[in-house]
């Protein structure tokens, strides 16, 4: 997979997270046509990354653990990590590259 198909997978599961819009598992691999342990492997290596990922099961969707964050901010990746993952990039790219990903939806 291509680091820019990589990228927006990502993003895509991180929008419907923050909106709380991913429904159940089964819900959640349809709308994002992957398999379900594609989709846990996807989960998981965000939750690595410090996204505090959670299943509620009362409203049966994936969410961010607000006694993790704060609801009004966004959820931060150390920039090291960033770094890492998008090649090496200086602060200031990483930062603009991961503000048209996660932001600008």
Same mark, same amino acid.
């Given at each position: ?32 046509? @992957? ?5 846990? $492997?996807?989960?998981? #290596?965000?939750?690595? +990354?410090?996204?505090? %990922?959670? !299943? ?25 990590? @960033? ?5 090496? $990039?200086?602060?200031? #790219?990483?930062?603009? +590259?991961?503000?048209? %990903?996660? !932001?600008?939806?």
């Amino acid at each position: 997979m291509s680091l820019y198909s990589y990228i927006s997978r990502m993003s895509r599961i991180h929008f419907l997270i923050k909106k709380k819009r991913t429904g159940d598992p089964v819900g959640f691999v349809q709308k994002m046509s @992957l398999s379900l342990s594609a989709l846990l $492997k996807n989960l998981s #290596e965000m939750k690595e +990354l410090g996204f505090p %990922i959670e !299943y509620d099961k009362c409203r049966r969707t994936y969410r961010y653990n607000i006694d993790k964050i704060n609801s009004d901010e966004d959820v931060e990746v150390p920039f090291e990590v @960033l770094k890492k993952i998008l090649g090496g $990039k200086g602060r200031q #790219e990483t930062q603009d +590259l991961i503000q048209r %990903i996660f !932001y600008e939806v």
